[in-house]
């Protein structure tokens, strides 16, 4: 599931599953009671606008996907975010002040916090390069930060992070840390 110019949509192989056959999915596409928000094909997955199902259709789809729009709103993220091995380097090899070497729990910690905030670096970045492109305004950081502070509980069933979920404060972390590793400060 994923989230296409503000609404819920689902995919192809997600719907054919366990929801609906192809056979009727298709015939419903074809009669106009569904909204087909992209085609797929070389390598595109076909999505549906969740909303334009037909009730029957709608309520097995919530029933399968409790939690879909906190899925679709946290699949940017979700889908960017890549093991940070330089970050997993350097926490493995730091020494605490005692000599000690932090433990793995706190490694895996540590790396997985950077991962998603070079996550959401990208996405940022990513977000604002496409509207500038199309002469649009950015959408606020406020709202960014706000949509990323929510994506944080879905994260976490992925990586295992100590990042806060306050929108000010995770902009605030993730600011000192890009502002501590950009190559100026080197």
């Given at each position: 599931?994923?989230i296409?110019?503000g ?9 054919t599953?366990?929801?609906?056959t ?22 595109r997955?076909a ?14 789809i ?15 993220f979700?889908?960017?975010?890549t093991?940070?091995?330089k970050?997993?380097?350097f ?13 793995e ?9 950077a ?10 970045d990513?977000?604002?390069?496409k509207?500038q ?24 069933d ?12 995770l902009?605030m972390k993730?600011a000192?840390v890009?502002c ?7």
């Amino acid at each position: 599931m994923e989230i296409i110019d503000g609404k819920i949509c689902i995919s192809h192989a997600e719907l054919t599953g366990r929801i609906i056959t192809t056979a009727n999915l298709n015939n419903l596409v074809h009669r106009g009671k569904v909204k087909q928000v992209r085609k797929g094909g070389n390598g595109r997955v076909a999505l549906y606008e969740v909303d334009s199902f037909p009730m029957k259709w709608r309520t097995e789809i919530y029933q399968c996907n409790p939690d879909a729009q906190e899925q679709a709103e946290s699949k940017e993220f979700m889908d960017t975010i890549t093991p940070d091995g330089k970050a997993f380097d350097f926490f493995q090899g730091y020494t605490l002040s005692d000599g000690r070497h932090l433990p793995e729990d706190k490694v895996l910690e540590y790396a997985n916090n950077a991962a998603i905030m070079n996550a959401f670096r990208r996405c940022w970045d990513a977000h604002v390069s496409k509207r500038q492109r199309t002469g649009k305004k950015a959408v606020a950081g406020k709202e960014f930060w706000a949509r990323a502070a929510a994506a944080l509980p879905r994260l976490s069933d992925r990586f295992n992070h100590s990042l806060p979920g306050s929108p000010r404060r995770l902009q605030m972390k993730c600011a000192t840390v890009m502002c501590a590793l950009s190559p100026a400060n080197s």
